[in-house]
C-alpha cells in the first residue's frame, strides 16, 4: 500500500480518537485530531497527484475517509446543538444523490470524477468544523450564556462559514447532476 492510501486509512483511524474526545469534552483534543485528519488529505491527493501513485483504492477511499470524519463530526455537532439536523440532511441528501449517480456509472464501466465545486464545499465543511471545535474549545455553551464572549464571536464565524458550506454543497450537487444528467439515461 503507498503513502497516500496510509494516510488515507490514517483519517479513518483518528475518527473515534475525534468522537471519544468530542464526547468527553475534550474539544481542544478533538480539535487537534480533526485538523491533523484533515491535513492527511491534503497531502494524500497532492503525493499520489505528484508522484503518480493514484490508485482506485485511493479514488474510492479518499472521499470517503473524508465524509467519514466530518459526518461524524456533523452527527456530534447535532447532538450539542451546535447545527441543525435540516442542515446536515441538506448535505447527506446531497451526497447520496450523488453517489447514486456515481453507481449507476460504474455499473456501465464509467468513471464520474469530482469537480472543483465539490472539493470546495468539503474545504468549506471542514474549516467550519474547525472553527466549531476552537468556539467550543474556547469555551462557547450556548447563546445565552456566551453572548458578548471570545467564543460567541468564533462559532459565528463557524455559522458563516457553514452557511457557504450548506450554499456549496447545493451548487456542487446541481452542478454534478446537469455535468452528468446523461446517466439518468442509461
Do not use: H
Amino acid at each position: 500500500m503507498n503513502l497516500p492510501n496510509k494516510l488515507t486509512i490514517g483519517r479513518v483511524i483518528l475518527v473515534p480518537f475525534f468522537i471519544a474526545a468530542y464526547l468527553t469534552k475534550l474539544y481542544w483534543v478533538a480539535l487537534i485530531i480533526f485538523c491533523a485528519a484533515s491535513i492527511t488529505d491534503y497531502f494524500d491527493g497532492m503525493l499520489a497527484r505528484k508522484n503518480n501513485l493514484v490508485t482506485n483504492f485511493g479514488k474510492i477511499m479518499d472521499p470517503l475517509a473524508d465524509k467519514v470524519l466530518v459526518y461524524s463530526a456533523l452527527c456530534l455537532f447535532i447532538e450539542s446543538g451546535v447545527i441543525k439536523a435540516w442542515m446536515l440532511i441538506i448535505i447527506l441528501a446531497r451526497e447520496f444523490a450523488i453517489a447514486g449517480m456515481r453507481t449507476v456509472a460504474a455499473s456501465e464501466g464509467r468513471v464520474l470524477a469530482a469537480g472543483m465545486s465539490g472539493k470546495v464545499k468539503t474545504v468549506l465543511q471542514m474549516v467550519a468544523v474547525i472553527v466549531f471545535l476552537l468556539a467550543l474549545s474556547l469555551g462557547y455553551q450556548d447563546p445565552a450564556t456566551s453572548a458578548g464572549t471570545a467564543s460567541a464571536t468564533v462559532m459565528t464565524i463557524g455559522n458563516i462559514t457553514f452557511y457557504a458550506a450548506l450554499v456549496m454543497t447545493v451548487y456542487s450537487g446541481c452542478e454534478y447532476i446537469i455535468k452528468n444528467k446523461d446517466i439518468f439515461s442509461m
